[in-house]
């Protein structure tokens, strides 16, 4: 069973009912449950999209789109039916948040996508977990079941006219299936391989009706923003950035554990405080932000930083899924590079070649750079190879694979080089199983 | 009644539990087709994998063609076309995992059950796999075994779960599937 930890600097929002019971509907209840979607309800779409536009929420997934403005780009006048899809599908290395959630407020979700559904006036919404946390899928198929059995989904909800249903849906082990276009592809029966944008989701989506697609925390927050007012709920983050964010901080901390901090969090403080800092004594040598795809920061580059989307992006990273992962100074860079490059090798869907190809050769490089074998023109051959890849595939994957590969060349390139010549490598002894 | 053999009353592979089950379940989408990958993997979970009979099967509740079937299941890690033990161990070795321990882990259930990466031991109990992020990174190391999490692991666990899960094998009788 996951370990809750707590630490007075957090701001318990999205996790205020975790470990109360919640997943129980007569306990969300009492604990105000499902009062925002009958707010909602009361209120209309337009109410709905401005509060959440004036929360500056935004997209909990990794690229943080302001939700509100996502919501707003579903053309009213579509006729063609509109839907809501909730992207549980948490794959990101570093990542295990949406696990709690789906665990402890599965109500949360269903409230949420609710109101999203009120908000563009979609009848039916989706909830995709990843195939892994089944345990977690019955707990979301019996609050749905609950909440069809007090009315809150069906036909008439909350006694009204309006229909709302929710299905929820099962993926199969494919970190692809992530990305939005790819999940809508999965949930439509089919391989998880990107679709070409524009069209966009929100007008070309789901079986070809305008798709809302939010990650399953950006959905969970959404009943707490109504409930506490985009005002407040804004207030609580750094500017642009609106409200808590949960962050899983992982790795080389003595308390490893999800941490609701308000946006904007300084990044030394929760790896040294909140988290307890570097176990066994150990420094810190690098720290990977925000789930694996994120390029790595050095300690000197954390030591004023905000943890935002907006601050991240100036140091040159990414606050992506939240995943703060904390390295320690015994642990081998190329090692760790080769281990990320190694699951995005795996997890690439092959549908675009520089992706498919870029991700082979990278991990092929960096397998025989780590047993020894490199030579000097391979450091730079690695960062010729990632910086190939941006920009050029149809979904971020490629990105994803590349970007944190080029940080860790670029800040770590003395260490690449201590594994040049036969030198043995100075920490690991695992080379030969870190191939999948 | 093995699992392979279709009862000639319900035409079908599967319990009458899960039969229902799909029947309703194709019910559920806009289009029927969104029903293929939940249907395989529960599918698997109660014949182990995805046998001939079981793709033949599921191409015909969804209406589409076994070549289909077969495109979309192999995309997908969790889906197999080859039996594994009756706990199937998975270990995450994923960065996090990596850093706090995981190959140690993974050693250890080498050892213990005598197998390696995609290895299935000779009486069909266990089979081991290395596999990418289970998302359980703050509670790593972290194993699966089937669906069920184990987390905050060290190597010393690891006879401890073995030992139970093969308690459970002995009490259940043979494998189904081996």
């Known amino acids: 069973m996951p370990r809750l930890v707590s630490h007075p600097d957090e701001v318990k929002i999205v996790t205020r009912r975790f470990g109360m019971g919640a997943e129980k509907i007569d306990r969300y209840l009492e604990l105000g449950g499902y009062e925002a979607a009958k707010k909602c309800l009361a209120q209309g779409p337009d109410w709905i999209i401005n509060e959440m536009k004036a929360s500056n929420l935004r997209g909990r997934g990794g690229a943080g789109f302001p939700t509100g403005l996502k919501w707003s780009f579903v053309p009213k006048q579509n006729p063609k039916p509109k839907y809501v899809l909730v992207n549980g599908d948490e794959s990101e290395p570093g990542t295990c948040k949406d696990h709690l959630i789906f665990l402890h407020d599965p109500h949360a979700v269903i409230e949420g996508t609710i109101i999203a559904g009120l908000a563009i006036g979609a009848k039916m919404g989706f909830i995709y977990l990843r195939g892994e946390y089944r345990h977690l899928l019955e707990i979301m198929e019996m609050a749905v079941a609950d909440a069809y059995a007090k009315g809150f989904l069906g036909k008439n909800i909350f006694g009204s006219e309006t229909e709302f249903q929710i299905v929820t849906q099962t993926g199969a082990g494919a970190y692809e299936v992530g990305e939005e276009s790819a999940l809508m592809e999965s949930l439509e029966g089919k391989r998880g391989i990107p679709r070409i944008k524009p069209p966009f989701p929100a007008v070309v989506g789901l079986y070809g009706g305008p798709t809302v697609i939010n990650n399953a925390e950006t959905i969970a927050t959404v009943p707490h923003v109504i409930e506490m007012g985009a005002a407040a709920y804004s207030a609580t983050g750094s500017p642009r950035n609106g409200g808590t964010r949960l962050f899983c901080i992982s790795g080389h901390v003595a308390r490893p554990g999800v941490y609701e901090l308000p946006m904007g969090y300084n990044l030394k403080k929760m790896i040294y405080e909140v988290a307890g800092g570097i176990r066994g004594g150990r420094t810190l040598k690098a720290v990977v932000p925000g789930g694996s795809s994120t390029p790595v920061l050095l300690p000197e580059e954390i030591e004023n930083l905000g943890m935002d989307f907006d601050q991240v992006g100036k140091a040159g990273s990414m606050l992506g899924s939240g995943g703060v992962v904390v390295i320690d100074d015994q642990t081998c860079i190329v090692e760790f590079a080769l281990r990320t490059m190694s699951f995005y090798q795996h997890e690439s869907c092959g549908w675009c070649i520089p992706c498919r190809e870029g991700t082979d050769w990278l991990k092929k490089s960096l397998t025989r750079f780590h047993a020894g074998f490199g030579v000097a023109k391979d450091i730079d051959n690695i960062q010729y190879l990632a910086e190939n890849m941006m920009g050029r595939t149809f979904c971020p994957l490629g990105d994803a694979a590349a970007m944190p590969t080029l940080g860790f060349v670029k800040k770590f390139r003395k260490e690449f080089e201590d594994h040049l010549n036969g030198k043995p490598c100075p920490f690991a002894k695992h080379v030969e199983l870190a191939v999948i | ?178």
């Open chain 2, 1 to 178: 009644m093995s699992p392979n053999e279709m009862s000639p009353e319900t035409m079908t592979l599967f319990s009458p539990q899960l039969a229902a089950r799909f029947d309703a379940l194709v019910l559920k989408y806009p289009l029927k087709r969104s029903a293929l990958i939940p249907m395989l993997l529960y599918a698997q979970d109660e014949i182990g994998y995805l046998s001939d009979a079981v793709v033949a099967e599921v191409a015909e509740r969804i209406g589409i063609t076994e070549l289909e079937v077969r495109n979309v299941a192999s995309y997908y890690s969790m889906l197999r076309f080859k039996p594994v033990g009756k706990y199937n161990v998975q270990v995450c070795t994923n960065i996090v995992c990596m850093l706090r321990g995981a190959y140690g882990v993974f050693e250890s259930f080498q050892e213990e059950l005598g197998i390696g990466h995609k290895g299935v031991t000779s009486d069909g109990v266990f089979s081991l796999e290395e596999v990418e992020c289970i998302g359980a990174c703050c509670w790593a190391p972290a194993i699966q075994v089937n669906y069920e999490f184990h987390d905050e692991l060290t190597a010393g666990h690891v006879p401890g779960i073995v030992a139970g899960y093969r308690g459970r094998a002995l009490a259940e009788g043979t494998p189904t599937h081996a």
